[in-house]
Structures are given as C-alpha cells and as structure tokens.
C-alpha cells in the first residue's frame, strides 16, 4: 500500500536493496560491426556482380543458341510438312484422278491410292473422297474425327486446313487433307467447289526425322499442338535436354519446344576470371578501410569516456525518483487495487467502456442455398432483402480494392424493383454497377469472362423456378459462389458491416459482342428450320436473333418475355414442360426444337422425330467431339448422368469425373481440373473448348447445329449412335426442407444395399452390375431427387423397390408411391 509520502518509500526500498557497480571500461563494438558490415557490403556486391554480369550474360548466350536451335528445327520442320503438302496438291491436280472423282470409279480410285500411299511415308493411310456423299457412307466403319470432316469440307471450299493431329489407340498421327480440283469447278456463292478431297494421316513419327536434323546432342525437341493455353498435347519428343525451355510456332496450332542439354548449357557459359580478380581486390579494399576505420573511432571514444569519468554528475535513484515517481517502480510488484490509484484517469476511461453488440437483421436461411440465393419474391426475397444484398456485395468489392459490378436480370415480374434495391445498395458503397439489363444469365456470365477491369456480377433470376419464386446467382473475382461463400455473405448481410460511399450505374450492350463472338467461331453447312421455346423467359428475345443471324430458318414459340410464364414452367427437365415443343417440331417438319430455362443457362433438346435428348446423351456427342480433338481432356459429369458416359468419354481417351450436382460446384471443378467439357443431367453444359466454360444454352445449342452440319445427318440419325439405356426421369418426392439433408445422411449412414458400390459424392448413388439407383437432397426446392438406369425395366424396379424400402427406414412418412 502507498503511505502519506506517495511513492517515496518504494524509491528507498529501491535504493536501499541496490549494490555498488563495479567499474567496468566501455566495450566498443564498433571494429566487429564495421568489419562485418564490410564482409556484407563484399558478399552483396559479389552476389550482384554475380548475377548481373555472369549469370545474366549467361542466360542471354543460353537464349541466343537456343532460339538458333529451335528456329533450325522449325524450318526443316516446316520444309518437310509443306513438302508432304504439296505432293497431295499434286496428285490432286491429275487428270485422271480427276476423272475418276466424278465417275466414281473404283478400280481407277484404287490404283491412285496406292500410288499416293508409295510415295508417302510408311504406315500412312489414305482416302480418297467424294464431295456428293458424306465421308463416313463412303468409308463405312472408319471413325473420321470431328476436325477432320472439318478439314474435308475446307478444301471442298477452296480453303487450306492445317495439319491436326490425332490419337488411335496409343500412337499419335497427322491428318493431311487436299482439294482433287477440276477445270469445270462447280461456282456456288462465288466459292469453288471441289468434286472430291484426299485425306491421309501420317504417323506423327515421320517428323522425327526433321527434329533429328537439327542436333539432337544439343537438346531436346518436342511437337507441340495447342488448342488452348491450358491444353497441350505433345505429339512427340526427340533427344534429351534440360530448361529453360525455348519455343518456336509452326502455325496457329503446332509449335516447337527446345530444351538445351548440358553440352549446349556449357557452351553458352560465362569466363569469370577477371570478375574474380576485380572483386578480390574490392574485398581487400573494403576490409582495410573498415579496419582502419574501427581503430579511429575506438581511440576518439575512449578519450571521450574518460573525460565523462573525472566530471560525472549523474544523479541518486533516489533524486530519479523524487522527480519522476514512476521511474523507479519498474521493477517493483504493485497490487491492482494500487495501479487505479496510481492511475486513476486511465481507470476511470477503462470503467465507463462498454462493448456494444451489433444489432443483427435477420433473413431466412433456407433461402442461402447451395449455390445460389432463392426464395419466395416478396416475402422471403423482398427489397430489404436485395438493398442488404448489394450493400454487402459492393463492400466486399471496394475492400479488395476493385470499383465495378456487372449487373443483370431475367423478365420476372418482381426483377425490375429487387433491380433496382440491388443496385442503389451497391452503389451506396462506393462502387460502380455496369447495368446490363433484361438478359439470361449466360451474357452476365459472358460480360466477366470477357471483362479486363471487372471480375464481379451478379443476375436477378430464379432460374428454372416458377413465378412465385426470386434470387441470385453471384460471381466475385471471375468464380460462381457456392455454399460456403454463400453463408459469409448472409453473415455479413446480417451484422450490416457495409462501407459507404458514393457510386455511379452505366448502362452497358453486352448482347451485340456476345452475339459477334458466337458468329465469328460457330459456321453452319447448310439451312436448319429450327423450333425456339424459350418458355418466356430470359431468352426470348436474344435466341431468337441469334439463330437468324446464323442463318437458321426459326420458328419461335413462347418467346415473348413474360414473368407469369403463362404456358408453362420455365423448367425444360420436366417431360410435361416439353409438350408443345414437341408438337411444333412435328408440325412444322423442323430439324431440330430447342427449350431454354427462365435464364438461358440449361437447354434440352427434341429430335426431328419427336425424342427428347437428355443432357447426358448430349454430354456423350460433345464429348466425342471435343475429347477425340483433344486426348487426354478431362470431362465433368453429375451423379445423375448416365453410367454409359463414363466409358464413353474413356473410350476417346479422356478422363471421366464424376461431381456434384449445381452449377457452381460444377464451374469450380472445371476450373480445378481444367477440364474442357461439363455438363449435368438437368440441362447445364459447360463448354470450355472455344469458349469460356461457362454454362450456357445458347453457345450449346450453337455447337450442336455446326456438328449436325458437318456431318450432314439428321438428328435423330446422329443420336441413334447413342441409344439411351432403359432408365426414369428425375423423381421428386416432396419433402420439409429442415429435414431433405438430414434424410439423405441417415440413409448414407445405415441404409442396406447389399452389394452395391455406393458413391456419396452428393447424395447416394449405388451402381450394380445391371443398374444404379440414386437419391440426393434438392439444393433448389423442398424435395427430394431419385433417379434409376437399369439394363432393363424389371431391374429398374428392382431398383425403386430396394431404395423404397431404405427410405421407409430413414423417413417413414415420405410418399414413396413412384
């Protein structure tokens, strides 16, 4: 306790308890630190010199021979392709070659393609093709990639394809394709028209040779073929070397990689002597004068220590603590109830402190979904609800440093003003909404893929749900976000932890550059009549315009934009929902019948016959087409999708993944395997090849209308080479959304399957011998989803009898009379 003097007492316990120092001379430790400081300086600017004049000169001689490499092994290469090239532009221009394309003569034909086939390198093969018929009747049995028809139609035009390679089995190849031209060429559209084309494939190992030529002792070469950054494929390698690696381009497709070897490294290295022996001096140098410099500031410190001594006047602890009461209590125990007297302003601030807790608001949380924000409009998704929305997403934006959003949303009746909640709530933060209005999710999609500044948006829309219904579906920093992402921002929406500030909105056309891109990479060979349903929703207007411009003859139903969907609901995976589509393909004897979702981000299709295709079977052509160009490419698949995808995909030498249903858990798998191809049961195909990756049933139905014209089949003949197994369509059994997650855990947990190999990826899913069974939790609706594939019905009942008797255990008051 502290007694009438203050603090007097503890300053003489203080000083009392003090010893007598011992006089000590002053330690200097100047010398140490001058010297060390010069072995730094020496070690610093021989690590620069180091870098800068040997490693730096180094490397630019390593580049120097290494581009001579690789631009040597370019030219020989280009020289041996261009000559194979112009030998089939030769044979192409013979007469009687000529004149056995136009009367079909097949022994005449024969003798050309052996001749051709001498004078190639071993192991090619070649064809010789008509231009009235379709390449695949005239060579049954041979399974021509989708490039290659590609190239064949190119050359028919006039044009000149460069070479592609491909993969059979395990040996890779290059396809070379030429024009067979006449003198009487058929003139239509002012294009040329060839009567026929040669196609021959080369084993990729008859470049080899050209590699070899350049010096195989001084590095390695590897071919190249990319279609993308993110994918390419080596078609072969010669020799062995080390990086850096030096590249070359052959052409908008192939490219060369050098990597020189340890000889070439060693040519291209530096002599360092006469660095070393300037360095050495500089080292000599810098630790003399570091020397003599601690020796000078040692003896001018000394007679200064020594002057300090003889007048010394360096008051008692006891005056210290006379002038400053505090200074002598640092190493003194002082109770607590002594500290609030010694500090009693201090104590007093600490006492009337007091800790506020944020009011919270408070929104429902079933309507933070798996990978979106859906709800009830008015009630559960109202404007208070899109006001917090856009405060929390433009202040997540403005504290990463980033200025804009893109904002958009579908033709439901409440959009325009949840619209306009969610913008003033952004732009209350200080942040900039690029407004792009009415349009599918797909644009918005589009607008941050293609954005250099702005890598946020966020679409108004319920999707597929009817029109009671309302939500969002975010993007921040270029990705989809999904449940977790999801929960942070209904908890930042909650504690109102916004920034303020003072926004702007531009309007912004996304729709004119999207329409353009898709024109410029997607031609059609031929007309197609072609039935839209866009079952009044988001792409009602745009769909339309699109598939004109492309040349289709449309025919558009339900495309007027309505928010009460009044024909039907805006969800294409219900059979019932495809009726009228259906029928209007029928009726007005149309190739093929497109239906969209409420925001154009899911598309089924319906056959010139009446068939509807499910997404899984549209998986399976795509994935033909784009894995056969592109070995090696993973593919992205749903636990809905059928089981004879997977063999499918392997089959073309790709990698079958099955994932989680949503569509954002779907774009963050792609974006994590890279994968080239997605899709899922319920209609989202994302497509990655050409394009952005994103789900979108307009680019889809695009690419689907240039295979059917490459191939000129109809669709029904196209899909018939993939026959669909005997299986149901999604089965919703209703159920309380408090409970659909809990159902399907205690299922996983205790369910009897007997000797089915189950996968829990999302939901159950147990696959047999004959069949596979499936039951997951809907992360859009009150329900549960089953869906069944079997060999044939009676397993497929099988199936539903074995699951319903699960479920009965888990959940005894499901109707499960499916």
Not at 337 to 359: C, F
Not at 614 to 621: E, G, H, Y
Not at 711 to 732: C, G, N, V, W, Y
Request: glycine share 8%; charged share 25%.
């Amino acid at each position: 306790m502290l007694n009438k003097e203050g603090f007097s007492v503890f300053a003489f316990r203080r000083e009392k308890n003090q010893q007598p120092s011992k006089e000590k001379s002053p330690k200097n430790p100047t010398k140490i630190g001058l010297i060390a400081g010069a072995i730094v300086l020496n070690a610093l600017v021989a690590y620069f010199v180091y870098q800068h004049f040997i490693v730096r000169v180094e490397h630019e001689n390593l580049a120097r021979l290494s581009e001579q490499q690789v631009q040597t092994a370019a030219r020989q290469l280009q020289f041996k392709i261009n000559g194979l090239q112009s030998s089939l532009d030769q044979f192409g221009q013979r007469h009687t070659l000529i004149s056995g394309i136009e009367k079909n003569d097949g022994q005449l034909l024969e003798q050309w393609r052996a001749t051709i086939s001498n004078a190639l390198p071993e192991g090619s093969t070649v064809l010789l093709l008509n231009s009235r018929a379709a390449p695949e009747a005239q060579i049954p049995g041979l399974d021509f990639r989708f490039t290659e028809l590609d190239m064949i139609n190119e050359v028919i035009r006039g044009e000149k394809p460069l070479p592609e390679a491909g993969k059979i089995e395990d040996s890779w190849f290059f396809t070379l394709v030429s024009g067979i031209f006449s003198r009487d060429d058929i003139e239509i559209n002012n294009a040329h028209l060839a009567p026929g084309a040669i196609m021959v494939r080369l084993p990729i190992s008859s470049l080899n040779d050209a590699l070899i030529q350049a010096d195989v002792s001084l590095g390695s070469y590897q071919l190249i073929q990319s279609y993308q950054p993110r994918l390419n494929q080596t078609l072969t390698t010669v020799g062995t070397g080390l990086s850096p690696k030096v590249s070359a381009k052959l052409n908008d497709l192939w490219s060369i990689d050098f990597y020189p070897s340890k000889m070439l490294i060693k040519q291209a290295n530096a002599q360092p002597w006469f660095v070393l022996i300037g360095l050495s001096v500089f080292a000599g140098l810098t630790l003399f004068g570091a020397v003599f410099a601690a020796n000078f500031i040692e003896k001018k410190k000394l007679r200064k220590h020594q002057a300090s001594m003889l007048s010394n006047t360096t008051p008692s602890a006891h005056q210290a603590s006379a002038a400053n009461p505090l200074a002598a209590l640092d190493d003194v125990e002082i109770a607590e109830e002594d500290k609030s007297l010694m500090s009693g302003e201090a104590a007093s601030r600490s006492n009337t402190t007091t800790t506020m807790e944020p009011v919270k608001l408070k929104f429902p949380e079933h309507v933070f979904r798996a990978y979106d924000i859906r709800g009830l409009a008015k009630d559960e998704i109202n404007t208070n609800f899109a006001l917090a929305l856009g405060k929390t997403l433009g202040s997540r934006i403005v504290a990463q440093g980033d200025t804009h959003i893109f904002v958009a949303r579908d033709g439901r009746t409440s959009s325009p003003e949840l619209s306009k909640a969610l913008i003033d709530g952004i732009v209350s933060t200080g942040c900039r909404v690029n407004d792009i209005g009415l349009m599918p999710s797909p644009l918005l999609y589009y607008a941050v893929a293609t954005s250099e500044e702005n890598k946020h948006g966020v679409i108004v829309t319920a999707s597929h749900n009817g029109a009671d219904y309302n939500g969002f579906k975010i993007m921040l920093n270029g990705n989809t976000l999904a449940k977790d992402e999801i929960a942070v921002i209904r908890q930042q929406m909650e504690t109102e932890d916004f920034n303020t500030g003072e926004g702007s909105v531009t309007e912004t056309d996304v729709e004119s550059n999207y329409i353009d891109e898709i024109l410029s990479d997607v031609a059609l060979m031929g007309d197609v009549r072609l039935v839209i349903d866009a079952g009044n929703g988001a792409t009602s207007e745009i769909a339309p315009r699109l598939f004109s411009e492309m040349g289709c003859d449309v025919i558009p139903l339900h495309c007027e934009i309505d928010g009460n969907f009044p024909n039907h609901d805006p969800d294409p995976s219900r059979e019932e929902n495809l009726a009228d589509l259906i029928k209007a393909v029928k009726d007005e004897g149309a190739d093929l019948g497109v239906a969209f979702d409420g925001d154009g981000d899911r598309i089924f299709i319906v056959t010139d016959e009446g068939e509807i295709i499910t997404a899984d079977r549209l998986l399976m052509l795509f994935a033909k087409d784009i894995v056969s160009r592109n070995p090696g490419a993973d593919v992205v698949y749903d636990v809905k999708c059928t089981r004879q995808l997977g063999s499918l995909i392997s089959s073309y030498g790709g990698r079958p993944i099955m994932w989680k249903t949503g569509h954002a858990h779907m774009k963050a798998k792609l974006i994590e395997t890279g994968a080239l191809l997605g899709g899922e049961y319920s209609g989202h195909i994302f497509i990655k090849d050409r394009w952005y990756g994103f789900d979108d049933g307009l680019l889809v139905a695009a690419r689907l209308l240039e295979i059917m014209s490459l191939r000129d089949q109809k669709m029904s003949e196209i899909f018939a080479a993939f026959p669909a197994l005997p299986s149901t369509p999604e089965i919703r059994v209703a159920i309380d959304e408090s409970e659909k997650f809990e159902t399907v855990k205690r299922l996983v947990e205790s369910g009897n399957f007997q000797s089915g190999t189950t996968t829990t990826v999302d939901g159950l899913r147990v696959d047999f011998a004959k069949g596979w069974g499936l039951v997951r939790a809907s992360n859009t609706a009150a329900e549960l989803t089953l869906r069944f594939e079997g060999d044939n019905e009676e397993v497929i009942e099988q199936l539903k009898l074995l699951f319903k008797r699960e479920l009965a255990k888990v959940a005894p008051s499901l109707d499960l009379s499916f």
